[in-house]
């Protein structure tokens, strides 16, 4: 056989010649493919890592010594559910416990131990459980961080707080809790009591808002998001006007049935299980504590979460989402749910910005809405 090598390198030359032009052609035809491939991730905004005051427990992580340690000593144990990066622990270690009032409270009537929720240290729970701090948060259902659990002398939960308090409304938290069984009634309604000076005094609408009567049991395959509220309260006016406020929570927030109730009125509610109940009574029932919380029940009337706390823009939007979506079916953890959201947005060359209230997700510093 004869091999002709000048032969070979001139159809070589005009296959590379070919491919060249398919190549050309495809970028052409779908530019942005070609584009993305070449897209920088976008910026990842508003973490904060925070170190924790001197004055934190140093604990075994054995929670029924430190009960009782705490006890012995005329305090409470508190555990303080954390990870990095968390802008709402920072919040309450420097907005909170930087108050020299708080943080003389803190030191003198509890002993506070931090938990990393996706640590791995072994923890001896109360009745003597094993766990490791990660599987403890899950077992508890910690989804926001912070977290804090407040236990009396009997080793019992006697407050929660999910998500990040406010200065004022943690005083009350630490008010009411240090009062123990002097307490003449629920936290909620210590809690209605605070100074709410400069607050809108109505309840704040929604066009999305279902008119009374309120029958939540109605059929409807749409998650059922149930918001109480109270007049002269603050946070339920910052959820209102500056974060439900922004397109990519209002469009979430639009896609549910959502019902807003008074939580001190007697207005009458038919229960997503058929019964009915003063709006008092059902947000009692519920151990609703904080003024705004969102109750998001599923189309069979079970709950499947809560906003409880004072969540900014993207939280909150991210929380509408994984209720719309049904995401706790497959990911039981909100945490790791956000996270990869978030990293999903970005790898399209958003910026995310989860401290925002303005810019949650964003692209040259101009808002971006994803549906």
Same mark, same amino acid.
Request: proline share 5%.
């Given at each position: 056989?004869?091999?002709?090598?000048?032969?070979?390198? *001139?159809?070589?030359?005009?296959?590379?010649?070919?491919?060249?032009?398919?190549?050309?052609?495809?970028?052409?035809?779908?530019?942005?493919?070609?584009?993305?491939?070449?897209?920088?991730?976008?910026?990842?905004?508003?973490?904060?890592?925070?170190?924790?005051?001197?004055?934190?427990?140093? *604990?075994?992580?054995?929670?029924?010594?430190?009960?009782?340690?705490?006890?012995?000593?005329?305090?409470?144990?508190?555990? @303080?559910?954390?990870?990095?990066?968390? #802008?709402?622990?920072? +919040?309450?270690? =420097?907005?909170?416990?930087?108050?020299?009032?708080?943080?003389?409270?803190?030191?003198?009537?509890?002993?506070?131990? +931090?938990?990393?929720?996706?640590?791995? $240290?072994?923890?001896?729970?109360?009745?003597?459980?094993?766990?490791? =701090?990660?599987?403890?948060?899950?077992?508890?259902?910690?989804? !926001?961080?912070?977290?804090?659990?407040?236990?009396?002398?009997?080793?019992?939960?006697?407050?929660?707080?999910?998500?990040? @308090?406010?200065?004022?409304?943690?005083?009350?938290?630490?008010?009411?809790?240090?009062?123990? *069984?002097?307490?003449?009634?629920?936290? %909620?309604?210590?809690?209605?009591?605070?100074?709410?000076?400069?607050?809108?005094?109505?309840?704040?609408?929604? #066009?999305?808002?279902?008119?009374?009567?309120?029958?939540?049991?109605?059929?409807?395959?749409?998650?059922?998001?149930? !918001?109480?509220?109270? #007049?002269?309260?603050?946070?339920?006016?910052?959820?209102?006007?500056?974060?439900?406020?922004? =397109?990519?929570?209002?469009?979430?927030?639009?896609?549910?049935?959502?019902?807003?109730?008074?939580?001190? %009125?007697?207005?009458?509610?038919?229960?997503?299980?058929?019964?009915?109940?003063?709006? $008092?009574?059902?947000?009692? =029932?519920?151990?609703?504590?904080?003024?705004?919380?969102?109750?998001?029940?599923?189309?069979?009337?079970?709950?499947?979460?809560?906003?409880?706390?004072?969540?900014?823009?993207?939280?909150?939007?991210?929380?509408?989402?994984?209720?719309?979506?049904?995401?706790?079916?497959?990911?039981?953890?909100?945490?790791? !749910?956000?996270?990869?959201?978030?990293?999903?947005?970005?790898?399209?060359?958003?910026?995310?910005?989860?401290?925002?209230?303005?810019?949650?997700?964003?692209?040259?510093?101009?808002?971006?809405?994803?549906?």
């Amino acid at each position: 056989m004869i091999f002709d090598r000048a032969g070979s390198g *001139s159809v070589m030359k005009s296959m590379a010649i070919m491919l060249a032009g398919l190549l050309t052609l495809g970028a052409l035809a779908n530019p942005l493919a070609h584009a993305e491939s070449e897209q920088p991730v976008g910026a990842f905004l508003g973490a904060v890592d925070t170190e924790h005051p001197g004055w934190f427990k140093e *604990s075994f992580l054995d929670f029924e010594k430190d009960i009782q340690e705490a006890a012995a000593e005329g305090r409470r144990l508190v555990l @303080y559910f954390w990870q990095t990066g968390c #802008p709402y622990c920072n +919040a309450l270690i =420097e907005h909170n416990f930087a108050q020299r009032d708080i943080a003389e409270t803190m030191q003198s009537d509890f002993d506070l131990v +931090a938990v990393n929720m996706w640590g791995d $240290r072994e923890v001896v729970q109360v009745g003597g459980r094993t766990f490791t =701090e990660k599987t403890l948060a899950a077992a508890l259902r910690v989804n !926001y961080t912070p977290t804090l659990l407040f236990f009396d002398e009997a080793r019992q939960v006697i407050l929660r707080l999910n998500g990040y @308090y406010p200065p004022d409304a943690f005083r009350a938290a630490l008010a009411w809790t240090r009062a123990g *069984s002097e307490n003449d009634g629920a936290f %909620s309604e210590y809690l209605a009591t605070a100074d709410k000076d400069g607050a809108n005094p109505e309840l704040n609408p929604q #066009p999305f808002f279902e008119a009374a009567p309120h029958d939540l049991s109605s059929t409807d395959e749409r998650p059922l998001a149930v !918001y109480f509220e109270q #007049p002269n309260c603050r946070q339920c006016d910052t959820l209102h006007q500056k974060v439900l406020i922004h =397109e990519i929570a209002r469009t979430q927030a639009e896609k549910m049935r959502s019902v807003q109730i008074g939580m001190w %009125s007697d207005t009458p509610v038919i229960t997503p299980d058929g019964r009915p109940l003063a709006a $008092r009574a059902f947000a009692r =029932e519920l151990n609703v504590q904080f003024a705004p919380t969102v109750v998001f029940f599923d189309a069979a009337g079970q709950e499947v979460m809560r906003l409880d706390g004072a969540f900014r823009t993207f939280h909150t939007q991210g929380i509408l989402r994984y209720v719309n979506n049904k995401a706790y079916l497959e990911q039981p953890s909100f945490q790791r !749910y956000l996270g990869n959201l978030a990293e999903h947005w970005r790898e399209q060359g958003l910026d995310v910005d989860i401290w925002s209230y303005d810019l949650p997700v964003s692209r040259n510093g101009e808002m971006v809405v994803v549906h």
